[in-house]
Nanobody, 121 residues
Framework: QVQLVESGGGSVQAGGSLRLSCAAS??????MAWFRQAPEKEREGIAF???????AYAESVKGRFTISRDNAQNTLYLQMNNLKPEDTATYYC?????????????????WGKGTLVTISS
């Protein structure tokens, strides 16, 4: 029913940029988000956007990352600039069944399989 498919991950040098995409199907008018998880670390919510396109960011990425959505194509994006080695992680697209966001992983109802981002120094 609901599917989230990430793309755009890869390996880049520190200071570079990447844009992640998430193709969503089976839901509309919902909160969507990007989370990331490094090995042996907790999953971290880094960017959120609600049905009105209001956004919120974790302090670790604020000023560097931008979340956006294209409702016509039902696609979520994450533009990542000035990447740092600490950004290395698997990045997951997530969605709630509700229009507005909470910022914890447990509040999300659907998850993509993830896309790996590796930043070298």
């Amino acid at each position: 029913q609901v599917q989230l498919v990430e793309s755009g991950g890869g390996s880049v040098q520190a200071g570079g940029s990447l844009r992640l995409s998430c193709a969503a199907s089976g839901l509309t008018d919902n909160c969507m988000a990007w989370f990331r998880q490094a090995p042996e670390k907790e999953r971290e919510g880094i960017a959120f956007i609600d049905r009105d396109s209001n956004s919120a960011y974790a302090e670790s990425v604020k000023g560097r990352f931008t979340i956006s959505r294209d409702n016509a194509q039902n696609t979520l994006y994450l533009q990542m600039n000035n990447l740092k080695p600490e950004d290395t992680a698997t990045y997951y697209c997530a969605a709630r069944r509700f229009p507005y966001c909470r910022y914890d992983a447990a509040s999300m109802d659907y998850w993509g399989k993830g896309t790996l981002v590796t930043i070298s120094s």
